[in-house]
């Protein structure tokens, strides 16, 4: 079976579900949705059994977490069904609106005394010309917009967009007040961050729906403006002319009016007035109206007609009908391979072989010796030298008292210098699972110079792999005195690279407050891999005498969390990498 397709209300639905995750515990998420996971597969009878596409997954994702939020009954509707409901009712709104305004403004405009006809230019100069005008600038600003490869969220109407809706939520919160339970207010005032997200990815097809509804506008416009005029003249007994103080010929006319009827003159010959008629319908202020014949000032309304219809309501509909293709072409190519997803799927697919990673506190020599001389890293000579001289510095000062100085090679433990990467031994990378078998997802790892000499490479091997479900296969040191974070970052790219790694973790220390050089540094992260890999911040607590892997404290987490919080980056994920 062919992969679902997703709507814009999925897509709301799928953010407001992800951002409930943020700051849940890791273990509980993984087996959710692990088990999650086995009830899209393993069902003989789940429509998503025969195709595991990201998409398809997700999709199944969210269908469960619907079913277990709508069995929670203290809780408000999905924002899903809620923006579905509120964009169905801005569309029989607008459309409403369009046929009152179109009917309202044709009815005034053909408005006949009986001693003044209609004015043919002056109709079709309002009713098509400045359509055409409109449509034709719309097309200018997206071909500026292609050629200039500006992104949909840069745009004028997509920033007033935004700021229009993020000023609505605020109104909303504020009015809500006291009047609605707590639950209720902290809904409503994530709707902001919520609709962040959604234009930060999805900003071209939030945009296509306003513009789709708009087409609903200006179809409804069309339709009243018909209505009106075939209603007048069936109605009513309404004379149309043309006048001008230019000497223009009746031939010229008749000529410009011929070539606005190419669409329709051969299947409609009413449709364009003959040059006798052109002659005869002509207005002059001084002689008046008496001497016109009707059958010459009636014959304008077809032409009429057929003009709103062919260059104002057709381009109406053949945008909204392409709109719709649009739309739904890109909803069915939408990769999930971002962010948040990436996290999801990760937790999905990838399982981890113990959640509770245990911390060797005391280790034996010997067994650090024969572990670490069975898969050595790939160091050369100079990097040996340039990593104890590396070690010589001294790493104390602003470290807890525990930690004690350490050889940059002592065994069991990897020392390196500032941006040599140590390639981990290569193992069989495929975990066993009732479910399924699945080869675990690369990483690199970013360590800070100052605590890179502490790192135990198999334990903090073993911690990734079994906490994280991730095989590291490159480490680079980060933070030191020898190179500029924009060599760093050139550096990881390199290696992310080489290594075929989609994703980075971070080894930091939360017992360190988090400085705005660690916020500026994670923002220059994303800037500089894109919004497609996950950044995961490994938390460690303060270092012990025996290993620098250890439990974070509770208080330092929440500041961490708080701190991490204000970048708004979806896929940046905060861990404890010790739990």
């Not at 034996?364 to 024969?370: G, R």
């Not at 050089?517 to 460690?540: D, H, V």
Request: charged share 20%.
């Amino acid at each position: 079976m062919g992969k679902p397709q997703w709507t814009i209300a999925d897509l709301v639905d799928l953010e407001f579900f992800l951002a409930r995750d943020e700051g849940e515990d890791l273990d509980v998420l993984a087996d959710r949705d692990r088990e999650i996971y086995s009830q899209c597969t393993v069902n003989n009878t789940d429509k998503y059994q025969s195709s595991c596409s990201s998409a398809s997954l997700l999709f199944c994702w969210l269908e469960r977490r619907r079913q277990s939020f709508a069995q929670q009954a203290e809780e408000p509707p999905a924002p899903g069904k809620v923006w579905q409901e509120a964009m169905a009712i801005s569309g029989w709104l607008l459309i409403c609106a369009g046929f009152l305004t179109g009917t309202g403004l044709a009815f005034s405009f053909l408005s006949y005394s009986g001693t003044r006809p209609v004015n043919v230019s002056a109709y079709f100069a309002l009713f098509v010309l400045t359509q055409l005008g409109l449509l034709a600038g719309f097309f200018v600003l997206a071909l500026y917009r292609k050629i200039a490869k500006q992104a949909v969220a840069d745009t004028l109407v997509s920033r007033l967009l935004s700021r229009g809706v993020l000023r609505l939520a605020g109104w909303l919160e504020r009015k809500a007040g006291s009047r609605v339970s707590a639950q209720k207010r902290l809904a409503l005032s994530s709707l902001a961050g919520l609709w962040r997200s959604l234009q930060n990815r999805y900003s071209s097809v939030l945009l296509r729906s306003f513009f789709l509804i708009a087409q609903l506008f200006g179809i409804s416009f069309n339709v009243g403006v018909l209505a009106a005029t075939l209603l007048k003249v069936i109605g009513y007994d309404i004379a149309f002319g043309w006048q001008t103080t230019l000497q223009v010929q009746a031939e010229t006319v008749h000529r410009l009016v011929w070539l606005i009827s190419t669409p329709w003159r051969n299947f409609a010959t009413s449709g364009c007035p003959t040059l006798g008629q052109v002659d005869g319908s002509q207005l002059v202020l001084k002689d008046g109206l008496y001497h016109l014949a009707t059958r010459n000032l009636v014959s304008w309304w077809p032409f009429l007609c057929f003009s709103v219809l062919c260059y104002a309501l057709l381009p109406r509909l053949i945008l909204y009908l392409l709109g719709v293709y649009a739309q739904r072409r890109e909803l069915s190519e939408l990769r999930f391979d971002h962010g948040r997803c990436r996290q999801l799927l990760h937790r999905m697919k990838n399982p981890v072989v113990s959640t509770h990673a245990s911390v060797e506190h005391d280790r034996d020599p010997v067994q650090e010796q024969s572990r670490t001389l069975a898969s050595p890293p790939e160091i050369s000579p100079a990097d040996v030298d340039n990593s104890q001289r590396h070690s010589t510095v001294d790493k104390s000062a602003g470290l807890s008292h525990d930690r004690q100085p350490q050889k940059a090679l002592k065994v069991g433990h990897c020392g390196v210098a500032r941006s040599q990467v140590l390639r981990l031994s290569d193992k069989n990378n495929v975990v066993h699972s009732p479910l399924s078998t699945v080869a675990m997802e690369k990483l690199v790892a970013l360590v800070p110079d100052e605590i890179v000499a502490d790192c135990a490479l198999p334990e903090f091997e073993s911690l990734v792999k079994e906490r994280l479900g991730f095989e590291l296969v490159a480490l680079q040191v980060f933070w030191s005195m020898e190179q500029s974070e924009q060599d760093d970052l050139a550096d990881l790219q390199q290696k992310m690279t080489k290594y075929d790694c989609g994703d980075v973790l971070i080894l930091q220390e939360a017992w360190q407050p988090p400085i705005q050089e660690n916020l500026s540094f994670l923002a220059q992260l994303r800037t500089t891999l894109g919004t497609k890999p996950t950044i995961i911040l490994g938390l460690i607590g303060k270092p012990g005498r025996q290993t620098i892997f250890t439990p974070v404290d509770a208080l330092n987490l929440k500041i961490w969390q708080q701190k991490v919080s204000t970048l708004a980056d979806p896929g940046l994920q905060l861990v404890e990498l010790v739990k």
